[in-house]
């Protein structure tokens, strides 16, 4: 994929884009030294909504280089001019799988993808936050709700994310923290810079917290215990912020998914939804 940095995204032409086989183009967009892979599928349809996806965990077998764009064979499906983009955290880092965006210990990526996501609009005259849709799962979903709340405006799907990703599994945590933080502890990183561990300590960081829907499957133990009851510790948290509460669940239970996404149709579904919704608006 070719390379552009962040001012020539504004001065390329149509024909310079890599075409895919449904008409997408792909590229990265240098921004700083966090290189930020993107997929664009520009709707025929619909184009005055815009849907963000974000992706989680990868199999280096599969994607050696780190580059994967979660649900691209779904582009179709959307109802909207869609953008992915690949987590530069696994371009940068041969070794992880996961790497919620947090791409170098001076370099947070949700940064970059927001310029990234600004410079695209601006170039193909994309919608605006109040018109977007943030998705993602897993670690894609936790990568949704921050660049939700940097994209103010914008609405945040999520399912199954972490909202807190120090509690996730302790193999991908320390992972993460020997390659992007040089071996720290995480109560350092906790320290340091709090909004890039946890959603709501990212939501008084900026003053602000985006509209979200969270879809989480109260049979998967983990999302449970390490994700959804500590978040609802803090929830009195927002009051903090002075503004009425726009963060919501949606539960149910699913034994046989767990922490697996909801299928195809039913995201789909929902996810269209509310790009109708927003389209009414």
């Not at 993107?38 to 349809?45: F, G, M, P, T």
């Amino acid at each position: 994929m070719k390379t552009y940095s962040l001012d020539e995204i504004n001065q390329i032409s149509d024909q310079e884009l890599e075409g895919g086989k449904r008409g997408e183009s792909r590229f990265i967009v240098a921004v700083g030294s966090c290189r930020v892979p993107v997929l664009l599928s520009q709707a025929k349809n619909n184009s005055d909504t815009l849907l963000v996806t974000y992706n989680g965990a990868i199999q280096r077998s599969k994607a050696p280089d780190g580059i994967v764009f979660q649900r691209s064979s779904w582009l179709d499906e959307f109802e909207a001019t869609v953008v992915q983009i690949a987590d530069p955290t696994m371009l940068k880092h041969e070794r992880l799988q996961i790497g919620w965006a947090q791409n170098s210990e001076k370099e947070w990526a949700i940064d970059a993808y927001y310029d990234v996501i600004q410079a695209l609009r601006e170039r193909f005259d994309l919608a605006d936050s109040d018109k977007t849709v943030h998705y993602g799962s897993s670690a894609g979903g936790f990568q949704a709700v921050c660049c939700a709340a940097k994209d103010r405006g914008s609405t945040a799907i999520v399912n199954n994310p972490q909202l807190d990703w120090s509690l996730y599994n302790e193999r991908f945590v320390n992972a993460l923290l020997r390659d992007v933080f040089n071996g720290s502890e995480i109560e350092e990183v906790r320290t340091r810079q709090p909004w890039r561990v946890n959603v709501i300590d990212l939501f008084e960081h900026v003053g602000y917290v985006p509209k979200t829907e969270v879809l989480l499957n109260i049979a998967s133990a983990g999302d449970v215990e390490q994700q959804l009851k500590p978040i609802l510790s803090r929830l009195e948290d927002f009051e903090s912020l002075g503004k009425k509460p726009t963060f919501s669940f949606n539960l149910y239970h699913d034994v046989n998914m767990g922490h697996n996404p909801l299928g195809k149709p039913y995201t789909i579904q929902k996810i269209n939804r509310e790009l109708e919704r927003l389209r009414s608006e």
